[in-house]
């Protein structure tokens, strides 16, 4: 039986960004469940960074993470991981009074803002409906992340640096002899003195399965459709549209359209499909908002979102175990923030000082830490 520093649980962008961060300093395992790497949350991801609208914690993380993205490391992409898209947040004639609240909270922190004309808006976006819009603004700070990349880039650091990729390695038990845990998987057993709970949806019953108390960590659905768009209208300058309460968003991809009702349903942790009124909640907000008229989904599905019980990430060592460490609850934030998070994992994992950026972005490491449940 290999032994190994340290073995991480899980190979989506969590589990493979913390060993990228790691680097050579231990000798760590991957262990995937699945037969390719990111195949649950991080393969269905709606690919967007953006520095505000989210919690202040996970902006902060955003503007930590930001510098990674724009100069990665030598030889880590070929291709820029950040591509310029720009976002439209817009509000029907119901939402006017709130979207003025809205917009002057925002435009008090930053002066990016553009106040739009209903004109304008659909100016930009051509195949928004006059009807509909009754105030809009661009924000140009919306990138689309270049998902594959990011991941591959992790990928070929970590084997550069000596990390262990096993994939089709579910882990089926798990013991503590005093030392080592003792993870037997389904492609053989490893020994590990530390082990890392990166299982996205499955981070609790994974505590389990390691005789540890579960931390109330939820997966939720979130569907997504593409459709085809009206001949003559180019994708590639088109703005991503925000709906102001968070009702639906729409985002050119691969020349179609991605469109969400920005659903949050709890689920069972697997392989999520997406459910029928989900997808016809998806198709009603683009022909409500739009002059489309969708006749044919070209494809849909979802994906899991996990939270902890206050939406925020979870990293550090377990309070009931000094030898079990958590990288979980990343919400929908989890590509945006996976080089400050794995950075920070993987200084806490080396008892290191944490990264500078997160004193200057005024946010401490234990914000995220599981002592607080």
């Not at 981070?203 to 768009?229: E, Q």
């Not at 689920?267 to 969708?294: I, K, R």
């Not at 979102?305 to 377990?318: I, K, M, N």
Request: glycine share 8%; hydrophobic share 40%.
């Amino acid at each position: 039986m290999q032994t190994y520093d340290i073995a991480i649980i899980g190979g989506g962008i969590a589990g493979l960004s913390l060993a990228y961060f790691l680097g050579a300093d231990r000798s760590v395992v991957v262990l995937e469940r699945e037969e390719s790497l990111g195949y649950h949350s991080t393969g269905r991801s709606a690919a967007e960074f953006v520095l505000r609208y989210n919690s202040p914690e996970v902006c902060k993380l955003a503007a930590i993470s930001r510098d990674f993205f724009d100069h990665p490391p030598a030889g880590f992409s070929d291709v820029p991981l950040l591509s310029p898209r720009g976002g439209l947040m817009i509000a029907n004639v119901e939402k006017r009074e709130r979207f003025e609240a809205h917009f002057a909270a925002e435009q008090m922190k930053t002066d990016g803002l553009q106040r739009l004309s209903v004109d304008e808006a659909v100016t930009m976006m051509p195949i928004l409906d006059p009807a509909y819009v009754a105030d809009a603004y661009y924000d140009p700070e919306f990138w689309d992340i270049e998902v594959e990349c990011l991941l591959q880039g992790y990928g070929k650091g970590v084997r550069r640096a000596g990390v262990e990729i096993r994939q089709k390695a579910g882990v089926n038990a798990a013991r503590d002899d005093g030392r080592h845990w003792r993870i037997d998987t389904e492609i053989g057993s490893v020994a590990a003195r530390i082990v890392v709970n990166a299982t996205g949806g499955w981070v609790d019953p994974t505590a389990r399965l390691f005789g540890l108390a579960p931390l109330g960590i939820i997966p939720h659905r979130r569907t997504a459709i593409l459709v085809d768009l009206p001949d003559g209208v180019d994708a590639r300058t088109m703005p991503e549209i925000n709906e102001l309460d968070d009702e639906f968003y729409i985002k050119p991809d691969a020349g179609r359209l991605l469109v969400s009702p920005a659903d949050e349903t709890p689920c069972e942790p697997g392989d999520v499909q997406p459910e029928e009124l989900d997808v016809a909640w998806a198709v009603h907000h683009l022909e409500t908002s739009t002059t489309m008229d969708v006749r044919r989904v070209a494809k849909s599905w979802a994906g899991m979102r996990s939270f902890a019980p206050d939406r925020l990430p979870v990293v550090g060592f377990a309070k009931d175990h000094a030898r079990f460490f958590w990288l979980a609850g990343q919400g929908g934030y989890g590509i945006l923030s996976s080089p400050a998070l794995g950075a920070l994992a993987a200084a806490l994992l080396t008892a290191s000082e944490a990264p500078e950026d997160f004193a200057r972005a005024g946010l401490a490491p234990t914000t995220f830490s599981p002592q607080r449940f």
